[in-house]
Every structure is written in C-alpha cells, then in structure tokens.
C-alpha cells in the first residue's frame, strides 16, 4: 500500500485526524507535519501492535471449548418381542471464539 496522508489514513479509518494524532504520538511515532504528514506502512504496523498491546490482546488460546457428556437409556424391542434396555451416550461440543475488534478510538 502507497504511503498516504494522516487525513487520508483517518478519513479511511473512519475517525478524527486529531484522534488518530494522537494515538500515533502515544505510540511514540513522531509527527512533524500535522494532518499532511506521510504515513508509511512501517508506521501503521507500530500503531497496530501498539493498540494491539494495550488492549491486551490474547495471542495464545483465543477460543474455550466445552465438552458434555450425557448418557441415557431407551428401551428397544427385539425381534423375538422381547424389550431389552440399551444405554445411549450423547456427546456434545461447543467452541466459543472471542473475536477481537479494533475501533481506533
């Protein structure tokens, strides 16, 4: 991606040049220029890793998974007309995600 303006960047992101300013300046990226200052590639990714690491992001196990386990029995009849009792196993899983969202505000 071409190097592009501070407005440009904001006005893509969707927030206040000032906003994004600032959040560069937090991140210790100097800007001289003001809203016309060149914003290079190198810069996004330190802003992002920045943000990325104040809100805590969690890198090693994003998602929880719940296992449960219930067993049952149902009555069958045989053939012969006799009823005979079989045990039923249900196994379920759920796997929850947390996705992680990022404003930039």
Do not use: C, W
């Not at 994004?20 to 200052?37: A, D, M, P, R, Y």
Request: net charge positive; charged share 30%.
């Amino acid at each position: 991606m071409p190097d592009i303006t501070l407005e440009e960047f904001a006005k893509s992101l969707h927030i206040d040049p000032d906003v994004l300013e600032q959040q560069f300046i937090n991140t210790g990226i100097k800007i001289s220029g003001g809203k016309k200052t060149l914003i290079t590639d190198e810069m996004k990714e330190e802003l992002l890793t920045s943000l990325k690491k104040a809100r805590g992001e969690q890198s090693q196990e994003p998602k929880k998974v719940i296992s449960r386990k219930s067993a049952s029995q149902i009555k069958v009849q045989r053939s012969s007309g006799r009823k005979t009792t079989v045990s039923v196993v249900t196994k379920r899983r759920h796997i929850y995600v947390k996705i992680m969202t990022y404003t930039f505000f």
